[in-house]
């Protein structure tokens, strides 16, 4: 595919759960996500769609290079991740950043919105000097709908939707290709939901950021997404475009799941 930005190839991850206490030796294995396939084409966003335990978090974090696939591989730009020099996984890693369900959690509580937000530009050296730093973090805030004012203050000190926003900005600072959205919005108010999903809609369409959006809830999917993949215990049950999909499923479990989601 012409404009593709990431894709896997029959990729599988076992985890080892029971080693024998003696020998070590591998007792039983269980398999996270067995033989996933999809591609993602520049600016366009997969959804990945199952109950809890179907392997879909698995899927982002191999295809963000947070975990390794046991089998299968990665492709970023077309090239093979297992085979990229260091210089080029370094660039895959930044092109592919994460958001994930609690962003409290997910930031370090003892420094500010502004350092957070600094911290990805100092380390990657994307700016010459400490004033072009704070330039690019209002920049980003801007981008966010965040006020300037709350740069000072701590993840603790703003609420749940703010603090989802600083972690979009954190992922959108070092100008990545795709993000992982790992359950955004399901620990937010009903009513923050929507502003968060259509701030990533509209930050997608000025950035053409491509899009891995992780949710159990196919309603959350069925808005963001041009394609989705159904997961059940670790398998890909069916994928394909979001319309077809949703409208003409074949699977009995996306059928559930669509049923299911119309009685919540
Ligand atoms: N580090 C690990 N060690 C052993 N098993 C694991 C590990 N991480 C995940 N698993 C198992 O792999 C399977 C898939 O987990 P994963 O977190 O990818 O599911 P998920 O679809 O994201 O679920 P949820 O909706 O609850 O977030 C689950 O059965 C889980 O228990
Ligand atoms: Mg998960």
């Known amino acids: 595919m012409e404009n593709e930005v990431i894709s896997a190839k029959n990729i599988r991850k076992e985890y ?21 396939s999809f591609s993602l084409e520049a600016g366009k966003t997969l959804g990945i769609v199952g109950e809890s335990g179907s392997g879909k ?14 089998y299968g ?14 210089d080029e996984y370094r660039e895959y890693r930044r092109n592919v950043q994460f958001i994930f369900q609690d962003p ?28 072009e730093v704070d330039l690019l973090v209002d920049d980003i805030l801007q981008k966010v709908g965040l006020d300037l004012k709350l740069k000072n203050k701590y993840p603790s000190e703003i609420s749940g939707g703010q603090c989802q926003r600083a972690a979009i900005a954190r992922a959108l600072v ?10 955004p919005v399901s620990a937010l108010d009903v009513s923050i939901q929507a502003q968060i999903l ?19 809830d196919i309603g959350v999917v069925n808005y963001m997404s041009d394609s989705i993949m159904v997961m059940q215990s670790g398998s890909v049950v069916e994928q394909g475009d979001a319309k077809q999909v949703l409208v003409h499923p074949q699977e009995e479990y996306t059928k559930r799941l669509i049923e299911s989601a119309f009685i919540n």
Do not use: W
């Open 174 to 183: 070092v100008n990545p290709r795709v993000v992982v959205c790992d359950e």
């Open 73 to 86: 591989n990665v492709y970023y730009c077309g090239k093979n991740t297992a085979e990229m020099s260091s």
């Open 16 to 36: 080892v759960i029971k080693k024998h206490f003696l020998t070590g030796r591998v007792k039983e294995k269980v398999a996270a996500v067995k033989n996933a």
């Open 198 to 216: 259509n701030l990533l809609k509209k930050l997608q369409a000025e950035l053409n950021i491509a899009y891995i959006f992780i949710s159990h």
């Open 57 to 70: 978090s698995t899927t982002g974090e191999i295809a963000g290079g947070l975990q390794k696939a046991t």
């Open 104 to 131: 409290k959690g997910s930031m370090d509580p003892n420094y500010s919105i502004r350092d957070i937000l600094a911290m990805p530009i100092e380390t990657l050296k994307i700016a010459k000097d400490k004033k």
